[in-house]
């Protein structure tokens, strides 16, 4: 009860996540299981085929659903992300190099669509991360320094005061070193109720 009053208290803090895509809201497991009911699908429903035709169509629908990789948004994933948002009010910044697929790049409107689309709450989605290599700075500059540039010279009034953290399936894990909470996923598993909980308990204010 003691924390629930602290994080009351604290409300005017705002959440922020710097969010990764690929090995987050994707999965090497969504992968094999979505391929695996399609075959099945396309099997039972075309007997003449052979098994390198059936899963040549397998593929061509792979493409199609998740438009070339640009929406490869599994849904268990994408309904793990929205109760976050939800529940801690959290606030979405892009570190993903998604953020330079050219429709998204572009206009972020379209990204907050596509993210509609898949089931996340898009509206959450307020900015990206600099791409260093791309804006020209010359030399490697990692992700972990796209975000600590973001928050140094973000116009959306984010402050190393607030509670800030990463998801990614790169390891970030020296953010901590500033204050900022790492939360490690794996390309096999992507965003797992237990990090969905975790995220959700430190947004919260219950835990560090």
């Known amino acids: 009860m003691d924390k629930d009053i602290e994080y009351l208290k604290k409300h ?7 969010l ?8 090497n497991y969504e992968i094999r299981k979505w391929f695996d009911e399609k075959y099945k699908e396309i099997e039972k429903n075309n ?11 397998a593929r061509h629908e792979f493409y199609e659903e998740f438009k070339c990789g640009h929406e490869l948004i599994f849904p268990a994933h994408a309904k793990r992300l929205n109760e976050v948002i939800t529940i801690c009010n959290v606030k979405l910044i892009w570190s993903t190099t998604w953020r330079n ?10 990204a907050r669509a596509m993210l509609e689309r898949r089931g996340i709450n898009g509206s959450a989605l307020m900015g990206y991360t600099p791409d260093f290599d791309r804006l020209g700075y010359g030399g ?15 116009t959306f009034g984010i402050t190393f005061e607030d509670r800030i953290a990463a998801i ?3 390891n970030l894990s020296e953010l901590e070193n500033d204050d900022i909470k790492f939360f490690a996923t794996e390309i096999e598993s992507g965003l797992t109720e237990k990090i969905k909980n ?7 204010g219950l835990q560090k």
């Not at 005017?12 to 710097?18: A, D, G």
């Not at 990764?20 to 999965?27: E, L, R």
């Open 140 to 154: 490697y500059h990692n992700r972990m320094s796209e975000i600590m540039s973001f928050i140094q010279n973000n």
């Open 47 to 57: 007997s003449n085929l052979q098994p390198s035709e059936i899963l040549g169509l």
């Open 20 to 27: 990764d895509m690929d090995g987050v809201m994707n999965s």
């Open 101 to 110: 697929i050219k429709p998204y790049r572009d206009n972020i409107n379209n």
């Open 168 to 170: 990614d399936d790169a």
């Open 12 to 18: 005017e803090v705002k959440n922020i996540l710097f």
């Open 198 to 204: 975790d995220m959700i308990s430190y947004f919260k």
